[in-house]
Structures are given as C-alpha cells and as structure tokens.
C-alpha cells in the first residue's frame, strides 16, 4: 500500500534520518524521496513515497506516533495521503468551454486519476459537454445580488460530494473567502496571462494594447486576492506585431489547456506544497 508524505518545518541537522528512520523501523520501503531547503527562510520541505504491507499497516497508529515522536520534536507541518482512493475533483466553468473539453477529454482517456462528481457553471452554455461525458452538470446563476446565495448553493453541492479540490477551469467570477476557507491550497485557477502580468478579466487585450513579444497562462492556488495565489505552473508563447488580439486568444487558449493540466497532475500526484504565498514543486 502507497503513501506519500509531506513535511515542511524549520531546518535543523537529522530530519531525514529521522524521517526515514521512523517509517523504516514501521515497515514501509521508500521508493522517492525528495527534499528542498529554503535558506533564506530557513524551511526545510520533503516529499516521500513509502510502500507499506497494507496486512501490517496501521494509518491512525503511524499517524498518532509521527505526530508525537517526529512532528512534535521537529514542529512540522506534515501530511499523509493513501494512493487508492480517486480525489474528487469539482469542476468549475462559465462560457469558455476549452479548458472544460482538455479535462473531461484527460479524464476519460484515464490520463487524469480523479473522480469528477459534477460539473457547476453559472452559465448553461456548457451543459452538452458534460452531458457527452456523462457528467451531472449544476447551473447556479451568480449576479452580484445572489452571490451569498449562489455560494451557498455551491458549498451545498461541494459538501453532498464530499469533493476534495476544485478546478475554475476559466470560472468567470471572483470567488469569496467563504468558498476559499473550506478549501484553502484546494482551488486551481488557470487565468489567461503570464502572471503577475496582465492580472484581471481581460489580459489578452491588456496585452495586445501594451504591444508585448511573449503571452503566457498561470495556473495558481486561489486566495482572496484576485490573481496572486501560489503559482504551480506556468508557460509562455511569443507573438508579432502581425498577431491581432485573436491570434492571441487562440495561441493563448492552447497554452491554458496545457498549463491547467499540468497543474491539475502536480496537486492530484500530491507534488505540491505551500509556503508563504509560494509553492514547492516535487517534480
Ligand atoms: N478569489 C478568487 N476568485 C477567482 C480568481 C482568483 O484568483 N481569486 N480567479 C478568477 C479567474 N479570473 C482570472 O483568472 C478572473 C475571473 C473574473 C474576473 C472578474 O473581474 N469578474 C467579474 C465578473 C465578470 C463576469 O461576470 O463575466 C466579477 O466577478 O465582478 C477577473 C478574473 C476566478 N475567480
């Protein structure tokens, strides 16, 4: 049985050797290990995957003398994941439907391993893509008057599902701390711009009027901060002065299908983590 787990903590000698000592004298066999030191913040970041005799293995045991014999003493924040369960993965769209085809076509080609409960749109424009793939499809309308509401709605659903993370796979409305704090570093946006560039609703027009080389597509952690959560990927493309604002739309649409993918496989492989507003990437 595979675990992956993931520490962060202040530096000191030993961690590793204790780290690994404990899961070794628990039985588990690593197979990665990973590790990264922020110097200059003094953060020591490690992911690892263990594979345990699943006859032998206790997660709450593991899970209670970790916390006392190894977090405790070294004040880690840590995590364990158990692969086998699918994540389940919200979906999130509005009007543009080609980051919604990407991840529906990875999903049922099985590239993409999650469980896609449902697909929430505050528009009904998309409704016959998830019909094609056999996904439930909500349409929650979201005006400035309902929000409260709306978000509501969404909670409901998110909860009914037990969902695990969510992905605004270009979502067009600002989502509140109320969504955010019942999934904090579990909200994936793709926003149409290489970041902090061109920040915003419309980037590609900001872009074209400012006359750049290069357009780019982020993929981040969402926050309450529009557009400046915690980067997990990004990629760029170049452009002419012979490119119109929809030659721009159209290289740029390809990049955000690729980046939010990519993104999407980092979180769902648990190669992600968080640490002040920036992310560790065990590649
Ligand atoms: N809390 C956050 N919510 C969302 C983020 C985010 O970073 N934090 N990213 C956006 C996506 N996005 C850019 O990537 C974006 C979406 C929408 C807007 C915007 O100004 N929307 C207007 C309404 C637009 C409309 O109704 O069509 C608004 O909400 O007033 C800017 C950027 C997803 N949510």
């Not at 290069?214 to 990927?233: F, K, M, Q, R, W």
């Amino acid at each position: 049985m595979k675990t992956t787990i993931l520490i962060h903590c202040p530096d000191q000698q030993g961690i590793i050797s204790a780290v690994t000592g404990f899961v070794h004298a628990k039985g588990g066999n690593i197979v990665y290990l990973d590790q990264h030191v922020d110097q200059q913040a003094n953060v020591f970041f490690m992911r690892l995957e263990s594979n345990f005799d699943a006859d032998l293995f206790s997660e709450s045991d593991f899970e209670k003398e970790f916390q006392k014999n190894l977090a405790a003493r070294y004040t880690m924040q840590w995590s364990m994941h158990r692969a086998g369960r699918l994540p389940k993965m919200a979906l999130f769209v509005s009007k543009y439907n080609h980051c919604l085809y990407d991840l529906l076509s990875r999903y049922s080609s099985g590239e993409l391993e999650v469980d896609i409960p449902f697909v929430v749109s505050n528009h009904a424009d998309l409704r016959p893509i998830a019909e094609q793939f056999k996904i439930p499809f909500y349409h929650i309308p979201v005006t400035k008057a309902n929000k409260g509401d709306a978000e509501n709605e969404q909670l409901k659903l998110l909860a009914s599902h037990d969902v695990d993370f969510i992905v605004l796979a270009r979502y067009m409305q600002i989502v509140s701390a109320k969504i955010i704090d019942h999934y904090p570093n579990k909200i994936i946006n793709i926003h149409h711009s290489f970041l902090p560039a061109f920040a915003g609703a419309k980037p590609y027009h900001a872009a074209f009027k400012r006359g750049v080389k290069i357009i780019g597509a982020t993929s981040h952690y969402v926050t309450e901060n529009l557009d400046e959560g915690p980067i997990i990927e990004q990629d760029v493309t170049t452009v002419t002065h012979a490119h119109r604002i929809a030659d721009f739309i159209t290289k740029g649409r390809d990049l955000e299908k690729i980046v939010l993918a990519r993104a999407v496989k980092l979180h769902v492989q648990r190669k992600t983590m968080v640490y002040d507003n920036k992310t560790v990437i065990f590649y």
